[in-house]
């Protein structure tokens, strides 16, 4: 089997197992909410950055309203994840350049999108799958990392040769939601620390599972 058909086989395995999941964890109900919600979420989980947006998106409804703010009026909300000083900066910041460059909305291409501080490839990749249904690239986070390693597709931990990598043998059409996939195998039966090949659907294919074939 070629890579590409491998890819595909791959995605269609684990879209019937995962297929319900194919969305973002993070709750939002708009661009930027999602943009501020994934700048949270690094180092931290999707279920933790949920309890303290739903406090904060009431209080700060829009990305105007935060640049009234300092980044100091944002620690009582997000102090208990982690890093939480530079992503109240930089969620200041970004509000800043956003309503001063972009008329208040959150930018849809990628290039704009990483101009916004605290906001790389990976985020940039997530608001725009996730927001706006385009694809420019593959999020990549560290589920996806350990997953692509498993399966033979990469040998490296390098997020960007790992997303480019991803580009060549998956369908643009599948680059949104093979992030979501790789995510739900990670949480499931690969993940970082130990894998769980009896119970994962890809056992029979995945060149690291252990059981027999």
Not at 41 to 62: E, G
Not at 140 to 147: A, E, L, R
């Amino acid at each position: 089997m070629d890579r590409k058909a491998y890819a595909k086989e791959v995605i269609r395995l684990l879209r019937k197992r995962y297929g319900p999941r194919l969305q973002s964890t993070l709750e939002h109900s708009n661009p930027w909410e999602l943009l501020v919600a994934t700048i949270l979420s690094a180092q931290s989980q999707d279920r933790q950055v949920n309890k303290i947006t739903k406090t904060l998106f009431r209080r700060y409804p829009d990305a105007k309203a935060y640049t009234k703010l300092r980044p100091q009026a944002l620690y009582p909300y997000i102090g208990s994840i982690g890093i939480y000083r530079n992503k109240a900066k930089n969620i200041v910041r970004s509000a800043k350049i956003i309503v001063k460059e972009f008329n208040g909305k959150v930018p849809n291409t990628i290039e704009k999108l990483i101009t916004l501080p605290g906001v790389g490839r990976k985020t940039a990749n997530v608001v725009l799958a996730n927001a706006f249904g385009i694809s420019e690239g593959i999020a990549i986070d560290t589920h996806c990392i350990t997953v692509s390693n498993r399966l033979g597709i990469a040998k490296t931990n390098d997020a960007e040769k790992i997303e480019k990598l991803l580009m060549q043998i998956v369908p643009k059409k599948d680059w949104g939601r093979v992030n979501h996939l790789f995510i739900a195998l990670g949480r499931d039966a690969c993940t970082a620390r130990h894998k769980y090949c009896s119970d994962c659907i890809l056992n029979r294919i995945c060149p690291s599972s252990d059981v027999r074939r």
